[in-house]
Structures are given as C-alpha cells and as structure tokens.
C-alpha cells in the first residue's frame, strides 16, 4: 500500500505534472484590444441580422432608399419641401 501512494504523490500539482504544454499565452494590451474590438463587432452585426435570412438584399434596399430619400431633398424646391400656406 505505501508503494501505491508514492506512485501518485504529486501528480495532483500541475507544475509537477507537466501543465507547461498547457499555459496559455496572453497577447500584448494592443493585440488583445483588437481582437475584443472584433469580437464585439462580429456580435454587434450578428444581433442586427438575427432572424434575416439574406443580410446584404436588406443593406441594398436600405442604400437605395437613403438614395432616393436624398435625391428627393436636392430635387425639392428650395421653398421648404414645397409646402405653400395659403392665407384665405
């Protein structure tokens, strides 16, 4: 029985154990920001496409009416939206 407990003596410490492999490099402050900058962009436009099965038809349709939207004010008259008060 004692030769049982010196056999697993000490393998319940990691550094005894070879837990070097496993250690985990942690990048630079610059490099670390980058990637949670990414990450949080990635969900941000996960969250804002959730439930649309086609992402870019969406971004055309919004691009084209922001277009139309704009070349409709340049096209107005430039009296305010072509509003006219009528005084009777």
């Known amino acids: 029985m004692p030769g049982r407990m010196q056999k697993s003596m ?5 550094c005894l154990g070879g837990a070097a492999d496993d250690v ?4 630079d402050p610059e490099t670390r920001r980058r990637q ?10 996960e969250s804002t ?3 649309i099965k086609n992402p870019e038809a969406v971004e055309r349709k919004k691009k084209k009416q ?20 009528q005084v009777g």
Do not use: N
Request: hydrophobic letters at 30%.
């Open 24 to 27: 985990v490099v942690t990048p």
């Open 10 to 14: 000490g393998m319940c410490l990691p």
């Open 66 to 85: 922001e277009e139309m939207e704009k070349q409709a004010m340049s096209t107005s008259p430039s009296g305010g939206g072509g509003l006219k008060w």
């Open 49 to 51: 496409y959730r439930g």
């Open 36 to 45: 949670l900058a990414e990450a949080a962009e990635k969900r941000q436009k």
